[in-house]
């Protein structure tokens, strides 16, 4: 593998967990209203 291609790798998986931690931000925002 190139520098180049192990660099975009990373960059799709950071911007994979960034969605991931935003579903479960929401997820959880949502639990919360639930209870209120």
């Known amino acids: 593998m190139t520098i ?3 660099i975009d790798d990373m ?3 950071r911007d994979a ?3 991931t931690f ?3 931000e929401l ?3 949502n639990v ?3 209870q209120l």
């Open 4 to 6: 180049n291609a192990n």
């Open 11 to 13: 960059i799709h998986r």
């Open 17 to 19: 967990l960034k969605d």
């Open 22 to 24: 935003r579903s479960i």
């Open 27 to 29: 997820s959880t925002e």
């Open 32 to 34: 919360n209203a639930q």
